[in-house]
T-cell receptor, first 116, second 115 residues
């Protein structure tokens, strides 16, 4: 099946710094990628939809300037958490659809962000 | 707004016994329902979906789910659990079934299958 690679798997940073998370589709092209955030014992929350060559679409309540998304190529989307704060600590997961059906939604392995 | 509820944080079952992981949903219009499984250090994997048709949906790894419209439920089931089934399971509802439509996930249920 299709593979979505997410890097890094774990990152610890100081408050005020920025962190970039990469999501790559390894053997297929993804014009769209989704970014989710998962809180402990909470649901996966969709943050934004990343669109290749255009601006990302953010869900209500997600700060665009805080969570910068770039989808510059058909195989790479990046999420940058700018000026990170401890409350940004969470598990971030990307996904990419393959084909035209939601069930062919392949997920990255996630990034655990810890902001000190 | 659509929502999904998984009332159990954890389900414990002995190997060989049947298992059920519960899911209820709320959505306007026709529901598009999905189950995903998340193994440690791996991304979520698709198990099965309900779009239309038979209420009993069969999926990967011997799992099945029953769509019950009157109870707005989509419980995940397996007749005989394996230790390797131990993982985190997510129920999700979609706004549609085209790529580009987004999923709303339940909170997840951890399944523990003991030998």
């Amino acid at each position: 099946g299709a593979v979505v690679s997410q890097h890094p798997s774990r990152v610890i940073c100081k408050s005020g710094t920025s962190v970039k998370i990469e999501c790559r589709s390894l053997d297929f092209q993804a014009t769209t990628m989704f970014w989710y955030r998962q809180f402990p014992k909470k649901s996966l929350m969709l943050m934004a939809t990343s669109n290749e060559g255009s601006k990302a679409t953010y869900e209500q309540g997600v700060e665009k300037d805080k969570f910068l998304i770039n989808h510059a190529s058909l195989t790479l989307s990046t999420l940058t958490v700018t000026s990170a704060h401890p409350e940004d600590s969470s598990f971030y997961i990307c996904s990419a659809p393959v084909g035209g059906l939601n069930e062919k939604l392949f997920f990255g392995s996630g990034t655990q962000l810890s902001v000190l | 707004a659509q929502s999904v509820a998984q009332p159990e944080d954890q389900v414990n079952v002995a190997e060989g016994n049947p298992l059920t992981v519960k899911c209820t949903y709320s959505v306007s219009g026709n529901p598009y329902l999905f189950w995903y499984v998340q193994y440690p250090n791996r991304g979520l994997q698709f198990l099965l979906k309900y779009i239309t048709g038979d209420n009993l949906v069969k999926g990967s790894y011997g799992f099945e789910a029953e769509f019950n419209k009157s109870q707005t439920s989509f419980h995940l089931k397996k007749p005989s659990a394996l230790v390797s089934d131990s993982a985190l399971y997510f129920c999700a509802v979609g706004k549609g079934w085209n790529a580009g439509n987004m999923l709303t996930f339940g909170g997840g249920t951890r399944l523990m299958v003991k030998p």
